[in-house]
Every structure is written in C-alpha cells, then in structure tokens.
C-alpha cells in the first residue's frame, strides 16, 4: 500500500470516529447503530467494518483517544513546590474540564454512558490517572502523608472535586450556554470556591 493510499484510509477511519463521537454525543452510545453512523457519511457498512469489526472496538479506539488528550493535557498543569498551588492549578484544570462536558454531551447521555462496560474501564483508568497525580504532586509534598493512607486519601480528594464539580457544573446547568473562550473567565469568576476547597484539603493535610 502506497503512502498516499495509507493516508486515504486514515483520513477515512478519522472521519468514522469523528462522526461516531458526534452522534455518541447527541443520541449516547447504546442508540447509536452502525447504521446511523454510515447513513451521515454516506457510507456502506462494509467501509465502516473494514476499519472497525463493531462498534464496541470503535467505542474503545474514541475512548483511547480521549485518555490520550486528557493525559496530555494534565500534563501541562503546572506542578508548583508548593502543593497548595498545585491542587489549586488541578482544580481549576477539573472545572475547565466539566465545562467542556456541559457543552458537547447531555447530562442523560452521560448517564447512560457510564453503564457500558468499556466506557466503565476508561473511567477507572482516567480516575487512576487522577489519584496518582494528586498522590505524587500534592500528598506527598505534604509531611503529614505518613499519618495517612494516602490511597484512600487520594481516592476520597478526586471522587469529592469530581461530585462537587458534577452537582454544580452539570447537575445545575448553570453554564449552559458558555463556550470554550468563556472557560477561563467562569473558573476566575468561581476563584472563591475553588480556594474555599484548597484551603480546607491544605489545612487538613498540614
């Protein structure tokens, strides 16, 4: 296969996944059919299993890029000597993160989309992923980590962002109508709550 007929073909699966996520958004991912997807591209369903052998494995490759961007993208929070600042920088980076939630996927579509078994296992990884950031750029920074069990502690600092920032972001619906360039000015205009929560895990972990 030639260069450019390898390029065809990525920009071909590229397209599938995109229109994929697209209508996982809007519909969720159990009433989504193969059908739906190669009905919006105008593809037959051959073409779409000659990339995908179902739509579970397609399911796992979108997922798998969404790690990738998400891991990438805490990567870039900024890990201060000062761990109070860095679990403020995380906090901030977890509302962004919800908001984008808000704008693109219905609250029932998510909800519907955390039963499926592989979108389950991402969520384990991604929750891992988190517990180990905080573990090794905030816990251990405080001397106070060899009180505790910092597994449990972990585990119990990202489930309480994670649901605080669900009831209010999601669950309310107060932001429904913000954009991405609108991100930066909704997490400055919450910076009291954020440092209310930084201020309370600080002063229990001194």
């Known amino acids: 296969m030639s260069g450019k007929e390898k390029n065809i073909k990525k920009q071909k ?3 599938i996944l995109e229109k994929a996520f697209e209508l996982f958004r809007k519909n969720g991912y159990k009433d989504t059919k193969v059908e739906d997807i190669t009905r919006k591209l105008g593809i037959s ?3 779409f299993y000659t990339y995908f052998k179902t739509k579970e494995e397609l399911l796992y490759e979108l997922l798998e890029n969404v790690k990738k961007s998400e891991m990438e993208r805490y990567s870039k929070v900024e890990i ?3 761990p109070k600042k860095t679990l403020e920088n995380f906090i901030k980076e977890r509302f962004k ?3 984008e939630l808000l704008n693109n996927v219905d609250i029932g579509v998510v909800r519907s989309f955390a039963q499926n078994t592989i979108a389950g296992k991402f969520h384990e ?3 891992k992923f988190f517990k180990d950031f905080i573990k090794e750029n905030i816990l251990l920074k405080y001397e106070s980590n060899r ?11 990202i489930l309480a962002i994670n649901n605080y920032l669900i009831e209010k972001i999601v669950c309310k619906k107060e932001y429904t109508s913000s954009s991405k360039e609108e991100f930066d000015g909704i ?5 009291k709550l954020i440092n209310e929560i ?4 600080d002063n229990a972990l001194k």
């Open 198 to 201: 930084v201020k309370f895990v």
């Open 97 to 99: 993160s919800f908001l």
């Open 80 to 82: 201060d000597e000062n």
């Open 13 to 15: 699966k590229r397209k």
């Open 187 to 191: 997490v400055e205009d919450n910076q």
């Open 125 to 127: 990884e991604m929750t």
């Open 45 to 47: 369903k051959g073409s």
């Open 147 to 157: 009180r505790y069990d910092i597994e449990i502690i972990s585990d119990f600092i």
